[in-house]
């Protein structure tokens, strides 16, 4: 555990306390459907598709069953929405093949389903179960790196870093916290420096 990264965190707890999970699930399949579509693609636009698809197949049985063209057309305001089609229709049918319909609550189990990786596996584990795990996306990758939390551009070698760096309580909200303070205030196109709150503790502040 690394006391900088623990301050680094509190300081994002006080910044953003009311950092969360910005997609919209009631259930954990709801929220592995959700992440799947967040590939390439934003929360806000994922979360204006996805009522309509939970209302039509709100279980891995429906879905598993739906129609390709009907699933389509209900994404296609996505990107890749063929791909994810499948995505969506494959891993609900695995889960009623093997998992009787229900929601894998463990890492292994949740990567063997198609088009689930290791990220969108810890948003599931996390924030529907209550699981510690880091998620590494765009933003916790490249704030991570800013933040001199690890030097690794390999996803799984950053969530090992981070998992090394901070208490694995803090684990699911600390990759909250990164995402908001990446889409907030330390984007990628032009990180506003000046008002940001972890100025002192940043090696790469201005670069």
């Not at 399949?29 to 197949?57: I, K």
């Not at 290791?118 to 510690?132: D, H, M, Q």
Request: glycine share 6%; hydrophobic share 40%.
């Amino acid at each position: 555990m690394s006391e900088r990264a623990v301050a680094i965190d509190d300081i994002l707890i006080e910044t953003y306390p009311d950092a969360h999970c910005e997609l919209d699930f009631a259930s954990p399949f709801q929220l592995l459907v959700a992440t799947v579509l967040s590939a390439q693609t934003t929360d806000v636009r994922v979360n204006q598709v996805t009522p309509e698809l939970f209302n039509r197949y709100p279980r891995p049985a429906d879905l598993a069953s739906a129609g390709r063209a009907d699933v389509e057309e209900i994404l296609r305001p996505l990107g890749f929405f063929r791909a994810k089609t499948t995505s969506l229709i494959e891993l609900s049918g695995r889960l009623v093949a093997e998992f009787s319909g229900d929601m894998p609550d463990s890492l292994d189990a949740l990567v063997s389903l198609p088009g689930v990786g290791r990220k969108t596996a810890n948003v599931v584990l996390g924030n529907a179960f209550g699981i510690p795990g880091i998620t590494v996306d765009t933003h916790v990758g490249r704030l991570s790196r800013r933040l001199g939390l690890t030097k690794n551009t390999d996803p799984v070698k950053v969530e090992r870093d981070l998992m090394a760096e901070l208490p694995k309580e803090r684990w699911t909200d600390a990759c909250h916290r990164l995402i908001f303070h990446g889409r907030r205030c330390c984007t990628a196109r032009k990180p506003d420096c000046e008002a940001c709150p972890l100025s002192e503790l940043c090696p790469r502040i201005g670069v």
